[in-house]
């Protein structure tokens, strides 16, 4: 379906502008799903803005290949990182994860799109539309919970404190074993008939 649906959206790559917002305005793009969650671009979630990260990376590259080409990778690889954001998404959601308001709202003040020159803008904020605030809100709850849920794997592979320490010393106490090995031929020959004899019934 991606190889497919991937040949209506070429255009949009590197024309974007009223183009995106016509082709937005009919429907949006589906590419799959996982989990039954869609896979889809929509005009400011995380994968339309994985393309536009990935079109400019192309773009400062002044990479020779045809626009088709380009297109294909900027959204291949747009695809590809909105699969794995939504699995991450999926996990978090199943494991009851969750984003307090106060939590987004404090990184919407400090890291969000309304920020000019680090600091929160109040007429940015005001000059954004409800449809922009509410697309913002959904996006950076989402970050939140993707990097939060990488947190718990990173943390899931460290050792506790108390492991660590059982581990270190487990090589505290050691015993050392000495031993000699002789060849069968090294054994006195009147010792093996004398034992040969002494138990003769293990030899019938």
């Keep these: ?42 005009p400011g979630n995380f994968l339309s803005r994985q393309k536009d990260l990935l079109a400019e990376q192309l773009r400062q590259q002044d990479s020779d290949q045809n626009i088709e080409i380009q297109a294909y990778r900027v959204w291949r690889g747009a695809f590809d990182q909105t699969v794995l954001h939504t699995a991450f998404l999926y996990e978090a959601e199943k494991n009851k994860s969750w984003v307090s308001e106060d939590r987004l709202d404090k990184t919407l003040i400090t890291a969000g799109p309304y920020t000019v020159d680090g600091v929160f803008s109040e007429e940015r904020y005001r000059n954004t539309s409800n449809a922009d605030r509410s697309s913002n809100r959904k996006f950076f709850r989402e970050q939140i919970l993707h990097e939060q849920y990488l947190q718990d794997i990173i943390a899931s592979q460290q050792l506790s404190n108390r492991e660590a320490d059982f581990v270190a010393k487990i090589t505290e106490n050691q015993r050392s074993f000495y031993f000699v090995r002789y060849q069968y031929s090294d054994y006195p020959q009147e010792q093996v008939a004398a034992f040969a004899g002494e138990n003769r019934e293990i030899f019938s």
Aim: glycine share 12%; no cysteine.
């Design 1 to 42: 379906m991606f190889s497919v649906s991937i040949l209506v959206v070429i255009l949009v790559t590197f024309i974007g502008g009223p183009a995106l917002s016509r082709l937005a305005g009919r429907s949006t793009i589906v590419f799959g799903s996982y989990m039954g969650k869609p896979i889809e671009f929509i």
